[in-house]
């Protein structure tokens, strides 16, 4: 049995799995946020209360915002108590088991990875355009961390250069809320996606009143989201001489937005090598329902995961 956990800053779920990834349950808190001790004791009583319902020893993995590095060290903004503390170690001797930790658009990454139609595929790069940018890069079955915990950190790569060209020579370099200038986020992301529409019309608009426009044919906002469809083709074009994945999965608000993937593949070809192949560009199938499974498949080692493709 595998139980995956998705660890937010308001609420914690656990999804039970069996060894196919059936669901089998869920169930959700609120996250204690006034200390680590009950942040802790609310992780092992989930587990034990799934231990004693399914009357099993799961395998334990969770998926949580912020970097975890290859100590398992974990920095998280959003749930401050656990900073500093060795979580890992902590839970493991609580519910003697070990666990298997990674940082939440990883989880997303593989959850998404998972899945019948791209089971053929060993590269993929989730990109997740929701309020803020972040990725995942899943290689033969199998997250890849790196040393900090931040690879896929994609959303903190600065825009290339050529960027000026499509959003003008004094576009700002914008500081971001991770103490970098002109990361890919602030631009790219849903807000970014605001923001922009906001700097050069100066309208408040959110992105789903900027959509409806866009497909009642409104020509600012089809001047904007073609900007817009260029940028990001020019950044998956950056991001593609990185990894060359097979699939870029998108998902996060901006992924419902369905022009996306009729507009932007054609337009990467011209920043990529010549001759190279495109990538396939999908919408993702799980969403943010694939927190808990993707946790869930932290467990899992790349025999097993190999196994449970070829039974589906
Ligand atoms: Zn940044």
């Known amino acids: 049995m595998l139980y995956g956990f998705d660890i937010g800053g308001t609420k914690i779920e656990i999804g039970v799995f069996d060894q196919n990834l059936n669901s089998?349950?869920?169930k959700r808190i609120k996250?204690?946020?006034d200390g680590?001790?009950?942040?802790?004791?609310?992780?092992?009583?989930?587990?034990?209360?799934?231990d004693h319902k399914f009357a099993t020893v799961g395998q334990v993995g969770i998926g949580m915002p912020g970097f975890i590095n290859n100590k398992r060290k974990i920095y998280s903004t959003n749930i401050t108590a656990i900073n500093q503390q060795p979580f890992a170690n902590d839970l493991e001797k609580a519910i003697k088991r070990p666990i298997f930790i990674n940082n939440d658009a990883n989880c997303f990454a593989i959850s998404e990875a998972f899945n019948d139609d791209f089971n053929a595929h060993q590269t993929i790069l989730a990109v997740i355009l929701g309020t803020g940018l972040g990725?995942?890069?899943?290689v033969n079955?199998?997250?890849?961390?790196?040393?900090?915990?931040?690879?896929?950190?994609?959303?903190h790569i600065r825009l290339p250069i050529d960027a000026l060209n499509v959003l003008g020579q004094n576009m700002p370099i914008l500081p971001c809320g991770c103490g970098l200038s002109g990361c890919a986020e602030r631009y790219l992301s849903g807000s970014g996606f605001e923001w922009l529409y906001q700097y050069f019309y100066q309208q408040p608009l959110n992105a789903k009143q900027i959509i409806e426009q866009y497909y009642q044919g409104d020509s600012v906002a089809k001047q904007h989201v073609d900007r817009y469809f260029e940028l990001l083709a020019l950044y998956l074009g950056h991001l593609i001489m990185i990894v060359d994945a097979e699939v870029i999965v998108i998902g996060g608000g901006l992924s419902n937005f369905a022009a996306i993937y009729q507009e932007v593949p054609s337009r990467i070809a011209k920043y990529i090598l010549p001759r190279m192949a495109l990538?396939?560009?999908e919408k993702a199938r799980f969403g943010d329902s694939g927190g808990t499974r993707g946790a869930a498949l932290l467990c899992l080692k790349p025999l097993s995961i190999e196994q449970l493709?070829?039974?589906?």
Request: proline letters at 4%; hydrophobic letters at 40%.
């Open 24 to 26: 089998l349950w869920t």
């Open 31 to 33: 996250t204690p946020l």
């Open 36 to 50: 680590y001790d009950s942040f802790l004791n609310s992780i092992v009583e989930l587990v034990a209360e799934a």
């Open 135 to 138: 990725g995942g890069i899943v």
């Open 141 to 155: 079955r199998q997250v890849l961390s790196g040393l900090n915990g931040c690879a896929g950190e994609i959303g």
């Open 279 to 281: 990538p396939r560009l």
């Open 309 to 312: 493709y070829k039974r589906n």
